[in-house]
């Protein structure tokens, strides 16, 4: 009889999920029976740090990825959502491929390592109106929004609608959000210097929400944190210090205090909550995060471990629990290994012992901080040199390196340029956030989408021969803005919130097909409308 | 009193519009009072000849498009969509930017240069399933599909499914349809060797299907036709000649003789119409195209001229209408900008009289064809160098010659990855097509989507003790699949088409958001789902 082969599930694909797999893929070549899955929603491993510059456009959109399958040939991929698992039958589900047809795989040990997810809920306007940043896929949505923006700015004449359109705000003063509104800045006052020319660097406003006093104050020593801080400051950052974002509207940050900041970017780094995957795996969590020992098995269970940003890792000194950077999750990837390698032959688990190395945060365009060990703080071009080296290096293989390299060398000779990749995928149905008194639309704007009221109120009003007259009070479930996509005629009323509102809203293209397939909703859409119609006329003749 | 400035707004952005602009800048910089705006839906230019290149990942996503500003540094551009022209008055109206506010620019003379736009309508399945070929976005749609079906057959082991999954359709045997067909056939072929080793070259599938006799027969003499022919069919491309597509579902291509192929992968290149708003401009038209007369001006107007794909433009030699490529836009292009500043002046018209240089075809990996002046035809490797030195010298700036001949070094030393952009946008609500005796899900499935019938009848079929009962039979305007997306449970039940059925597609996410925002359309499905329940219980008791 051959060997049994263990077999191994790794849920997630990120710097912890990948180097337990590859951990793993070298314990086999050298006789260990194992079989290793691996279960993650892209088909690539997202180098983070190196986000930011994707969006300033100094690395290529697909130079800080690196494909599975390359890294990991002896693994067996599944790029799908997980839909479940069941710790007592040891089987992992997975969601839809290319038929909903549900895929179970069978595991004789798990190692969870789905990291966190943006989770804007329960802040008013966020998830319709705030840019996440963490994927891949939001580096790119954000540099596209920008150059919307300048595109949009660069004809525009209404000095008002310009500076709304001018101002960028981020919130959330860790590395993440420290080095996009850097990046940001960067990228922006060099486009219009080059290329939209007909912005003036007056008209730009570059603004950073943070609740500390200082940017990076959790991250960095004190004197590292400051200088972070003039940095910003010194390169045209307004920092709004002390100061948090409570809701947004399409046009506005609205900020706890009150203040609104009028902008139409608006990119929020704070809230990431752990994968919801996690928290229905029925083991034993706090605040979401999995509760594991010095050995990283989740408590309670022979046969799980858990590590990176989802798990709850005790720190080897007892001072707290394992923090959410790649140097963390790449040790804590080796212990896993060895120790689901351990449990195998029944040895002794190993514990995590790693205490950090050191921190690098970039500050936009050749300036960084850094903290080395040793006691080494260093800060400006030397830090940035070393950053850039470091992550470099880091880089998960040959190819990537090359690639990074030569697209760092035509940043020096080519200039970068702004191509707004139009993917053309429409957005459907959409939601929006309105606050007390915002217009959702002005009477003679061009009719684009309907909206339905899921809550709060809003009225119609009309102006005419100077006159504003209020043709009706809306509220939930009710909908408006039909007339202007039926007859393909101006908005014949203003419409706003009298309340906080959430509306859905349906494109005109996705209007007309409703229409077109179901005839009796039109024949609904066009009672209604005649209706109103009707009622607005009578009221307007009696006011 | 200094010289009243001429305006003249372009409306389109490809080679035809591009060009006219260009060469009134070079008329403005020699003293001709000219201010000119271009109107386009995406900040950049498209150099089609190179797109299919992009599926197969040999040059980069964005060596292919050249920033319209950087080559149009005197104009004023808009990235709008054209809502409507008014020639009487003499004003475009554009679509909504930040703002839905209308945005008019009047002009004193017109350049219409929109081009065409792909167009399914019609044919049953096709707006749904098949994929498109035309825009950056396309391209980049099809390389993203192609990984996704490759990374999911990888882990397959259903047979059948393999096969569906692994076949690759192409419908339109023209330039594009061979230049695609051999790309694809390439790129899986190549990705399946190094990459996706579980998937053998014997399951793979390309089907080209074409209407005519031998492919390029149109546009090429019959002997490269020829050749082309038996090269597509010597690097395993199957050829389907005297065929043509009929419809499309999520698994099959319907060819009009009623033979089905069963794919995931349908791209058509056929049906392209002329830009809707070409036709809403209230100007001449045949077939959709402006009718012009030798000099560009459309019939009947003094002030507007077209040209490229959208424009009905006679050859010198009277024999018929110049082709839709992009020499001709380009000969046109500055035919209309001489004629443009000519009606300054009062000068004469100037007549287009070009009539062709060649054609090229790439078709794969160091393969094409050529037709040069002078009756030189060449095909193979030589046409291939010849092919990639053309469009090289063709692109439209220096340093875009640097970038795709830095990619076409890359290429040569470094494997193209199949990384898959994931860009993360939920497709939102969509629609697909169903032929009879499909089936829309199979009881057990993941229940990831609702279901509402447009047109068409199904059948909700359960198979219980290994009897089929049919529980339902539903028909427009109902909908079926709530069930499993109320209590996240698998399908109950089986439904599949009775006749030919379009539905519309609500999926997950977006159905719990709507519940989440309208607690009464949740109250509402509920109560249908749990009399659903009880009849059916009732049935399956009394069958």
């Not at 130079?63 to 693994?75: C, E, F, G, K, V």
């Not at 840019?131 to 209404?158: G, T």
């Not at 990537?400 to 020096?412: I, K, N, P, Q």
């Not at 684009?448 to 005419?464: F, H, N, P, Q, T």
Request: some cysteine.
């Amino acid at each position: 009889m051959g060997t049994t082969m263990h077999r191994i599930v790794v849920l997630g694909g990120g710097f912890g999920g990948v180097h337990v797999a590859l951990a793993l893929e070298r314990l086999g070549r050298m006789g260990t029976p194992v079989e290793v899955s691996l279960v993650n929603r892209e088909n690539y491993l997202v180098f983070q740090p190196l986000l930011a510059e994707v969006v300033a456009g100094s690395v290529g959109v697909i130079d800080t990825i690196t494909p599975l399958r390359r890294l990991l040939p002896a693994t067996r991929i599944y790029i799908r959502e997980v839909e479940g698992v069941d710790v007592e039958a040891r089987t992992v589900t997975l969601g839809p491929g290319i038929l909903p047809r549900p895929t179970v795989i069978p595991y004789d040990s798990l190692v969870v390592a789905l990291g966190t997810v943006t989770d804007f809920r329960g802040q008013p306007g966020l998830p319709e109106h705030a840019l996440p940043f963490k994927s891949l896929a939001d580096a790119i949505s954000l540099r596209n929004h920008v150059i919307h923006v300048l595109e949009q700015a660069s004809v525009e004449e209404d000095a008002e609608l310009r500076r709304e359109m001018l101002t960028f705000v981020v919130a959330g003063g860790g590395f993440s959000g420290t080095e996009v509104v850097a990046e940001v800045n960067d990228f922006v006052r060099g486009a219009c210097k080059r290329v939209y020319r007909s912005i003036a660097p007056s008209e730009l406003r570059f603004v950073l929400v943070h609740s500390g006093e200082r940017v990076l104050e959790r991250e960095l020593t004190p004197r590292l944190s400051a200088y972070a801080t003039r940095t910003l400051a010194g390169c045209g950052v307004e920092l709004l210090l002390g100061r948090r974002l409570s809701a947004a509207t399409s046009a506005a940050a609205v900020l706890e205090d009150g203040t609104r900041i009028a902008t139409r970017t608006l990119v929020s780094t704070v809230p990431t909550s752990p994968n919801p995957v996690t928290a229905a795996l029925g083991l034993p969590t706090e605040r979401g995060r999995l509760v594991c020992d010095g050995t990283l098995r989740v408590d309670g269970r022979e046969d799980v471990w858990a590590l990176g940003d989802c798990a709850l890792v005790p720190m080897p000194d007892g001072a707290g629990f394992a923090p959410p950077t790649a140097q963390h999750a790449i040790r804590q990837a080796n212990v896993v290994a060895t120790n689901v390698a351990a449990h195998l032959t029944g040895a002794p688990q190993t514990h995590f012992t790693f205490t950090g190395l050191g921190k690098l945060g970039a500050l936009g365009h050749r300036r960084a901080v850094a903290e080395l060990p040793g006691g080494v703080h260093l800060s400006g071009f030397l830090a940035w040199v070393i950053w850039r080296t470091v992550y470099w290096a880091k880089l998960p293989s040959g190819t990537r390196r090359l690639r990074v390299g030569l697209s760092w060398l035509a940043d020096l000779v080519l200039p970068p340029d702004p191509l707004q990749l139009n993917l053309g995928v429409g957005r459907g149905i959409s939601q929006a956030h309105f606050e007390s008194g915002d217009a959702v639309f002005h009477q003679g704007d061009l009719g684009d989408r309907l909206y339905m009221i899921l809550s709060g109120e809003a009225e119609v009003v009309r102006r005419e021969n100077g006159a504003d007259m209020t043709l009706a009070r809306l509220g939930p479930g009710e909908y408006f803005g039909e007339a202007a996509l039926l007859g393909r005629i101006p908005r014949s009323a203003t419409v706003q919130a009298l309340t906080p509102m959430d509306v859905l809203i349906l494109p005109r293209g996705d209007f007309q097909a409703l229409l077109g397939s179901l005839p009796d909703l039109r024949e609904g859409f066009e009672d209604v409308a005649a209706r109103r119609a009707a009622q607005n006329a009578e009221r307007l003749e009696e006011g």
